[in-house]
């Protein structure tokens, strides 16, 4: 069946269409799986060769140009001012052209969102239009080694001098952080001041400034994240976004932007590794041993409920209805769904399932680095407690824990919603 | 397709909320369900005439309204929420095979009753033997040489017939010389004896069904029935779904509500994260039941190709889900959860009883496997 | 593989045996499974049944005229001082002839122990007697509707008049109600002291004395507790164990007395109740189902498991060594295996499943009744939460919530160890 | 029998803990993870000699100690815990071939190597295919008429050979006229080719070993290894099993260690429900498997006729105890459990590769419903 969104929206989705099928440089569909990045089980080495290939370069030119990068942002912030429905359908014929969507990271998601509502008109002059053209990469400067999702426990410490700001300090899971030139930083300001307040939120030049980036390594053989160690990192006062010891408010703002779309789209890739997984059960001669059917027919069950959530989400979008806990349902659904599928993939390979590729390093073949990296999925953009809380808290309205006598009072009034239950990282946000 | 409800669902949704809160209580569930039929005509009569609940997808030229299987999903949600006793799915279990049966006379003929309420119909698909193929059927039923090509002389045994022991009519699948085929009996006629039996949900009853002999007139093709009864299965196993995604919620909801007033140890038992935690897992559950069952629905009703898999994924998830739902809803309570005044059983019991009914998870698991070509 | 104690108690389990198959009236062991009670699956008419035979009586007439009545009591009390591993034996001996140990219910397994600490020399002279002989029944009251495991939350009042107490409340989940004389009440008799302080501990003539029990009825439709309105009861200030207000002290000893041996012994049960699910199986077709065999065996594991538990546990006990945490692991581990059976069993039997007995009431069959049964496992006498904030308190060590502020403070110190999770029932303790 | 441990195997415990203590400490695991043979002459030379692990149940008369079965579940609980990487385990499974095969000649010759620690040997039992059935072997023995009745010419190849590039003495599972029968293979002779490849747990390397027309003296009679080795693999599961439930107790005592001094939002985590019911059901899970692994080791010990009953419910129950345990202890940990520099990933890898090695949980649950006559 296919989702009836309504006339205006079926034009958008034609116009999509249209614009893709003239835009779109050959062969860029081919070169890899766009929908599965590397956190989430895709090979690494491809997607840096795709992604440096002149056909890569060619489209994002072409999106820069024709308009369509931070699509989401306002006209007059240099974005088309799409609706949560039309960013939906654009993600949408994306990943069935098999494209990548050309995002612009933190940037778009993050950092972009929170000058609009928290710079000054200088501020969103100076630093939009860098974020638009690619100029200024961001990655994000929350977690530290002391405190993942603890937000209000920042102990990096920034110090004015003059007309700058000078930070030190340590940040980690740092997603992105090998092709960023800029980071937005939380940190401490003013230290006297209870945990969430006397923080600052800052734009800080990541290169050449005294900040020291190192890859840390997951168990997958790869890294995705950095940690970075700060002394003394100078930014100008200007790219404080909101003001001195005002950095709470802005933050809040970022954690408060999910990626849009993913939650009517995600479908697409497990429907892709579903089909490759009943293969497998081919290749391995399992595929009519009735306990395997049984457990590849959950596996195509969770695939479609994936897709009919989307369905369900896109036509309340559609009519105007404020989404309401999906994000977290949505977070807990596929990566609890991804576990089961690298363990049952591991278990149809059986013995082959112990040997690894050829090669240096550690290399995994697709369904080893599925199975590994699907440990990550219920960890990253806050552990699956966190989400939990949150759906118990925001969706079913059951009251938050008792805060915990003072001191440890104020440090509980934090950017997660509730008292969380692991020590997530908030990396991947 | 767009999977919301229009305003006149959305209307039909609270008037079926309405009749339940008002028609429904748990006091007269529990009236009901000591009962052998869990039926009150006079509500039967009043959902007929007030609501049109029985005619709802009846085509307008029997006396229905000729809605969607969508508005018929809306019901079904809320009667699973009330825990409905009464024949209402055995009655659209009926409609649906004089439907899927195709037959033009049987309808004019069978449909206005029920359209009306004056008629309440089941089906007697199922054996002693508890298998869920048709293909297992072994009533037989032989042309009866009387002049009429229609009619069959029905004999073997039936069970598991939901409502069988009130039913004023019996659709009966039976195997003629040309295959499974479906007849309309007359339960009161001579070679049909009723046995009503006592049944774990006791708001759904059910009955043995002894054929001897007894007069079938046959409801579409002779042989029909294997094809025509896969498609009614398919739509009751979406009926089902749909019942348990409203039961699911209603669990759901009579945890968060105590959970939000009992305390223990000086703090309401809901900020304690073990309780959220798995309020928080039934809430992820029961919202990918109504995903699943309401594009089941949809499918339905759009006459998608997609029905035979989706039908079979909606009742396993929505199965195992409302049993989680049912079951967390009970530990969260305690004590009080166990007990028979309070309510949670009765969610536990239709629950269980629900999912195994018409072919547990592993069944339709294995059918959905079947469907999608594993 | 026997288990090896050691001569000393392999000497008392041959004293044991010996004295069993004297002592045993015939027919008593034909009459029932008795290990299987009403509470966990068994049919309650039968256990009455046999409860009132002739065999039954003569038994208990035994029982109490060898002295092995209240064995685990110190001889001076009137038992027969058995440890941990003899009174094991004991029961295991007693399990394996299918005859039921006579036990004085709670005035053995609670009061007693209680009064033997708290009480003084008059009263242990005058009420441990009568509970050897079975003049004293006794059963709980402790829980109140408005808090099952929250004892310090007991709003049941005592009021002193003259040489009597004057008892007014509500209790419930009063298990063994039905034949009880006599009830062990925790009640406030001094409203102006902290909670947990101003409780006394009264043992209470229950009949002809206000106290209306009435039966409250389970989802299986069989009623295993009782529910009392005390309106004015009395007993005399004798009857008071530990002193006025002093209560708490009194049934933190009560509730510290386990009843032991069932960890050793409690596998028993469910290897007969394995092969009877084996039997259900090949009954309904389906012992050739490779699925159906993977959850037998599965089952098969875990009765085994229980089988293996109990004998580390009897083997540590016979080394002197202090149990540890077994007791929880044990009820988390049988109360949800229960409820697996229960599925399986209804999974097995299908459509027959849905079918209850002929006959009046809520009957239901065998394996209908363990289903159903099997989920009050997990909340009665302390919840699988408050099981797994025992071992995560207890046995790992894990740190315990943070107080909530005060006035709730004062209630979080509890009976349990630690705040529990849901609304449990401490009935069948 | 007493399922606890005397004195004196408690001192072994203590010694063995003490050797791993110093000798296989994180960083030494890694450092050996990084070779192609995880393996340290030095170390090896040492276990065999101050510490006589090698040769622990090899009979005093081939230069072992003679000890039971219940010594070397102590020292496998133990080297799961550390994560030991090297050949014992290989050498072990290979030290149960040479003496279930009963061959006294054999066991003169090759045991006393083994037992001083100058002899690594393992099993080549599994071919390409992968199945854990000795019955799909399909490497064939043909008596090579040199005039010796007990030397063969072997051909076809070994898979999933575990220390396979880096032992001294290959046993072979082939087929001969006779039926499956044992062949001790020098690694290094003619017409043996031995392929190191990478393991998805580098704790434990592997090889593919190609036999073309290799030499190979029959170990036990001709025709009798499809008896012994059974017995042999049964043994070897019970080892694995003992190894999971001391890596799965050292995963819990890690997550147990970090939710006590991690702080989060003012608390140490270990004060939220939600994780000290995780640990709490961990805790329930390695208890259980522990009762589990340890009643196998004292019935093999015992020489029981349960043995391949609980072999493989141990070796079900503790591979998914010790997964459980290996993933929560992930998730407990947070970000840093993900990361390559902690140890958590070590335990995941070891508990999944020795949970598929020699047939997964549902594969030894059939052999177990098999042999308890389900």
Known sequence: MELDLGPEAEAFREEVRGWISTAAPTGLSQMVDWTSTPLTGGDRSAFEKAERSDEYAQWTQRVLDDGWICPTWPERFGGRGLGPVENAIYSEELVRANLPRIRRGFGEGMVGPSIMVHGTEEQQRHFLPRIISGEDVYCQGFSEPGHGSDLAGVTTRGVVDGDEIVITGQKIWTSGFYRANMIFIICRTDPDAPKHKGLSYVLTPFTDNNIDARPVKQLTGSAEFGEEFIDGARAPLFNVIGGLNNGWRVAMTTLGHERGGSATTGYLKYQRQFTELVELAREVGRDEDPAVRDRLAWCHSHVEIMRFSGIRLMSQLAQGREPGPEASINKLFWSEYEQAVGELAADLLGAAALVRPDGEGYRTSKWQNIFLASRAGTIFSGTSEIQRNIIAERALGLPREPQAPAPARAAAATATPAAPAAAAVGGAR | ?374
Chains 1, 3 share one sequence.
């Open chain 2, 1 to 374: 397709m767009q999977l919301v409800f229009d305003a006149e669902q959305e209307e039909l949704r609270r008037s079926v909320r309405r009749f339940c809160d008002n028609e429904m209580t748990s006091e007269t569930v529990r009236a009901l369900m000591d009962t052998r039929d869990a039926h009150d005509p006079a509500r039967w009569k009043r959902m007929a005439e007030q609501l049109g609940l029985q005619g709802l997808v009846i085509p307008e030229e029997h006396g229905g309204s000729g809605a969607t299987f969508v508005e018929l999903a809306v019901v079904q949600e809320e009667f699973g929420r009330a825990i409905f006793p009464g024949p209402f799915l055995s009655t659209l279990f009926a409609t649906c095979a004089i439907l899927d049966a195709g037959d033009e006379e049987a309808g004019k003929d069978l449909l206005p009753g029920i359209a009306d309420g004056s008629t309440i119909a089941t089906v007697a698909a199922t054996e002693p033997d508890g298998r869920w193929d048709l293909a297992a059927t072994s009533t037989t039923a032989r042309a009866d040489g009387q002049g009429f090509a229609r009619e069959f002389a029905l004999h073997g045994t039936k069970a598991y017939v939901p409502d069988g022991a009130l039913a004023d009519l019996l659709l009966v699948v039976a195997r003629s010389d040309a295959g499974l085929s479906l007849f309309a009996v007359d339960p009161t006629a001579a070679g049909v004896t009723r046995t009503a039996v006592n049944t774990l949900d006791q708001t759904r009853p059910m009955a043995t069904v002894e054929l001897d002999g007894a007069a079938g007139r046959l409801v579409g093709t002779d042989g029909g029935a294997g094809a025509s009864m896969a498609r009614t299965l398919e739509k009751v196993a979406v009926l089902i779904a749909l019942e348990q995604v409203g039961g699911a919620q209603r669990a759901l909801d009579m945890a968060v509500e105590y959970a939000k007033q009992r305390r223990q140890f000086g703090r309401f038992i809901g900020s304690f994260q073990a309780i959220k935690h798995k309020a928080a897992n039934v809430m992820l559950r029961v919202e990918s039941a109504r995903a699943a069952a309401y594009y089941a629905a949809w499918a339905v009703a759009g006459g998608s190709d997609e029905v035979p898999a989706v039908a079979s994924l909606a009742k396993a998830y929505c199965s195992d889900a409302y049993f989680f739902a049912a079951t967390e809803n009970i530990q969260i309570h305690g004590g009080i959860g166990f007990t028979w005044e309070h309510d949670a059983h009765l969610h536990l019991k239709r629950a269980e009883a629900s999912k195994l009914w018409l072919g547990d998870p592993t069944f339709h698991r294995a059918k959905l496997a079947d469907a999608v070509g594993v």
